[in-house]
């Protein structure tokens, strides 16, 4: 009997072909086994990267903490200091308050005490130099009674001690120091300015003037009175000014006295020129 050439054929062609569809299989099984491995290593490269990053900023996060304890405390101390300081520059600004108060009281009673020290005083301008011959005093007792009058006083005039200005002698044909003159009796010196003020005053063909002797404050003082002053001579309204500075004015029979120039000023506007 013949052999069946195409059973010989198949069963022959079944072992490839069984073959050929087993080893894909195989395959995919061991690729499928490899995925977790894979997996595996990504997600601990992933985490191993994460954990440095995460260990690199916590290194610096403590830093920062480091950083920012070690400022509070500088800021604390600065504050405290500032709070010192504070309390101090109180305690200082009182006792400036303090100090200049008493400075100011001080400060008027010099120039109080310095200005009754000169109560009795008189500068004498223009008196070419020389003339006194070294011997002011003298020279000063004999040259006012002459100026003035002798008739005005009843007796010679009595000056403590008389000077030039303390300061070097002028080339000639200067202008002369000032004598500076302290007289005895301060009556004698009032009657000196009242009469030096209605005439005028030569010596050997010298103008001669006569000033009280005032220290520079109540100079300035006074001499911010000028202008009231004026007003009232051009109305011919009786006034004196008064030491140091007190503006003394005659109305409607009555006396008003003002240490304040600008209210001065405000009363003739106000009430003498009406």
Same mark, same amino acid.
Do not use: C, W
């Given at each position: 009997m013949p052999l069946k050439p195409a059973k010989a054929s198949k069963s022959s062609g079944q072992s490839p072909t069984s073959c050929n569809v087993a080893n894909p299989t195989a395959s995919q099984a061991t690729t499928d086994d490899d995925v977790p491995l894979v997996w595996e290593k990504i997600s601990n490269k992933i985490l191993s990267t994460i954990n440095e990053r995460f260990d690199k900023f916590e290194?610096?996060?403590?830093?920062?903490?480091?950083?920012?304890?070690?400022?509070?405390?500088r800021v604390e101390t600065v504050e405290c200091q500032a709070r010192d300081h504070d309390s101090r520059l109180c305690s200082l600004e009182a006792a400036v308050t303090d100090l200049q108060k008493t400075n100011k009281a001080l400060k008027a009673k010099v120039n109080d005490l310095e200005g009754r020290s000169r109560r009795?005083?008189?500068?004498?301008?223009?008196?070419?130099?020389? $003339?006194e !011959?070294?011997?002011?005093t003298e020279f000063?007792?004999?040259?006012?009674p002459k100026l003035l009058g002798e008739s005005h006083f009843q007796g010679p005039l009595?000056?403590?001690?008389a000077h030039r200005a303390l300061k070097p002698r002028p080339p000639d044909g200067e202008r002369p120091r000032i004598i500076?003159?302290?007289?005895?009796?301060?009556?004698?010196k009032e009657l000196i300015l009242r009469l030096r003020r209605d005439r005028t005053l030569d010596y050997n063909g010298h103008k001669v003037y006569i000033f009280p002797d005032y220290t520079a404050e109540v100079m300035e003082e006074r001499r911010a009175f000028s202008?009231?002053?004026?007003?009232?001579? $051009?109305? !011919?309204v009786t006034h004196s000014l008064r030491f140091p500075a007190r503006l003394r004015i005659q109305h409607n029979g009555q006396?008003?006295?003002?240490?304040?120039p600008a209210e001065a000023a405000k009363f003739v506007e106000t009430s003498l020129r009406q």
């Open positions: 290194g610096d996060f403590r830093s920062l903490q480091t950083s920012v304890r070690e400022f509070a405390a009795n005083n008189i500068k004498i301008i223009g008196i070419p130099e020389g $003339e !011959k070294g011997r002011p000063v007792a004999s040259l006012i009595v000056i403590d001690r500076i003159a302290r007289v005895h009796f301060f009556q004698e202008d009231v002053m004026h007003k009232l001579r $051009e109305l !011919k006396f008003k006295t003002f240490i304040d």
